[in-house]
């Protein structure tokens, strides 16, 4: 095997050869020897237009014949590319009044803390540069996005800048309020959690704060009412500065253009990534508020330039993508699409509600998740996943949480589909569970 493989145990793999792709058809994909797969978690949260969309190609050879690569340094810019920031400014949440664009989704994280970090520098306040994030969050796999990433498997042997990095808990109702604790107590703890955080390290060290609007890779976790703002208040009233990862949750994945509208979010910069190209081509942005777009800019002036950027940051063909995209999404009448969509996968969601195997179903817009009961043994949503690919749907599992995301372009029979099938893995899971425990 001459390939290493994310997210993948290495000696496995030279064993267990990968599911070799080799096409796609809509919401399908289809392996090396024809089998077809519904991909129900649109790949990686990242294609809601499906796997080979013919206005896509269409938007990037175009772009291809016409200039096919331009940079944004020294005062140029691809028009595209131009085009691409206003159009965006125009959708993204207030305060948002500038984008920074970048190639991918860690880039992006990187991106952000470093302009946290020249924000708060311009301001006098050189010690304010850690950065909170969550337990379960995921930013990414550079240096600082992995180490804001709550999970250990994306720090253990690589010496990531942990020291550089608060860590506060997740908001997960179901599983980590203590016994007895109501939604309403459990967000203050959260709430005073942070402050004791920040108050602890020394609010003169803390620079900004980190968080998906809705969890996506640590298992789909919906925050409970008012927790947004709790955390808000906290940050302000320690001068922190708030970036909302927005990279799975971006382009109305939750039935609004960004999950920041559902929470009353006021982000200081903003992430997005996947959805913005539809995943056709690598493509980043950090989204900056007038607030910290000011401070950056006087400071960069004042050094003569902004010190920052890369080579195919603002790429041509990915601006022309995402404009496509764009135009696609507006022409399905984006939220309202999804809003509708997502509305009849809770029907499909609500067969796993009431069944004892079932700990708990969310859903907001097309981000949805089945928590499985521990009791059932920790392996119970892999094996789910398995029998559900072995009967042609992609699903990925989180520990005992199955993520369901399809794309955007689904149809209702394609909703069916999906649900039949996680009906009969899950049944066919149990079954087997069950004649387990009767031999053993
Ligand atoms: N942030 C979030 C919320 C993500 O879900 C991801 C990827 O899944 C990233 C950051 C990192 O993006 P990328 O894989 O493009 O580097």
Same mark, same amino acid.
């Given at each position: ?15 267990? /050869? ?8 809509? *919401? ?6 024809? #089998? ?54 125009? #959708? ?40 909170v994030s969550r337990e379960g969050g ?12 709550g999970m250990g ?7 990531? /800048?942990?020291?550089?990095?608060l860590r506060v808990g997740r908001p997960h109702y179901l599983c980590d309020a203590q016994p007895g604790e109501t939604e309403v107590a459990f967000v203050k703890r959260l709430g005073r959690e942070l402050d004791e955080t920040i108050r602890d390290a020394? /609010? ?5 704060f980190?968080g998906e609007?809705i969890m996506?890779?640590g298992g789909v976790i919906l925050p409970p009412n008012g927790y947004w703002e709790e955390i808000q208040n906290v940050l302000?009233k ?8 927005? *990279? ?15 929470f ?94 079932v700990a708990q179903v969310r ?6 998740a089945?928590e499985f009961a521990d009791c059932l043994?920790s ?19 989180i520990g005992n949480i ?6 955007? *372009? ?13 009906? #009969? ?16």
């Amino acid at each position: 095997m001459s390939q290493v493989f994310p997210f993948t145990d290495p000696v496995a793999a030279e064993t267990l /050869p990968p599911l070799r792709i080799v096409g796609g058809n809509g *919401i399908k994909v289809i392996d090396v020897r024809g #089998k077809d797969y519904i991909d129900a978690v649109s790949a990686l949260w990242c294609s809601p237009l499906g796997f080979n969309h013919p206005r896509l190609a269409d938007a990037a050879q175009r772009q291809m014949q016409t200039l096919n690569y331009y940079h944004s340094f020294m005062g140029r810019t691809p028009n595209v590319t131009e085009k691409l920031a206003r159009r965006l400014v125009q #959708k993204l949440p207030s305060p948002i009044s500038h984008v920074l664009f970048g190639t991918s989704g860690s880039e992006a994280v990187e991106t952000a803390v470093k302009l946290v970090r020249y924000y708060q520098n311009s301001r006098g306040k050189s010690e304010k540069m850690r950065i909170v994030s969550r337990e379960g969050g995921y930013h990414g796999s550079g240096q600082m996005s992995a180490a804001l990433t709550g999970m250990g498997y994306c720090h253990d042997a690589f010496g990531v /800048p942990l020291h550089d990095v608060l860590r506060v808990g997740r908001p997960h109702y179901l599983c980590d309020a203590q016994p007895g604790e109501t939604e309403v107590a459990f967000v203050k703890r959260l709430g005073r959690e942070l402050d004791e955080t920040i108050r602890d390290a020394g /609010p003169e060290t803390v620079g900004g704060f980190i968080g998906e609007p809705i969890m996506g890779s640590g298992g789909v976790i919906l925050p409970p009412n008012g927790y947004w703002e709790e955390i808000q208040n906290v940050l302000s009233k320690h001068d922190v500065l708030l970036i909302a990862d927005e *990279i799975i949750t971006g382009f109305g994945r939750t039935g609004v253009w960004f999950a920041c509208e559902l929470f009353g979010i006021q982000p200081d910069l903003l992430t997005m990534a996947k959805q913005m190209t539809a995943a056709v081509f690598p493509m980043s942005a950090v989204a900056l508020s007038e607030k910290v777009y000011a401070k950056v800019a006087t400071q960069a002036h004042q050094f003569g330039t902004f010190g920052h950027g890369v080579t195919y940051g603002g790429h041509p063909v990915g601006a022309a993508v995402a404009m496509e995209c764009l135009d696609i999404y507006e022409d399905m009448c984006l939220p309202n699409h999804v809003t509708n969509l997502g509305a009849y996968m809770g029907k499909g969601l609500a067969l796993f509600d009431n069944m004892p195997c079932v700990a708990q179903v969310r859903r907001e817009g097309m981000l949805s998740a089945v928590e499985f009961a521990d009791c059932l043994g920790s392996d119970f949503a892999t094996r789910v996943t398995e029998e559900a690919r072995e009967r042609g749907v992609f699903f990925r599992n989180i520990g005992n949480i199955l993520a369901i995301a399809p794309p955007y *372009i689904c149809t209702q029979e394609d909703i069916d589909a999906i649900f039949d099938v996680l009906l #009969k893995s899950v049944d066919a899971v149990l079954a087997e569970t069950e004649r387990h425990h009767e031999l053993a």
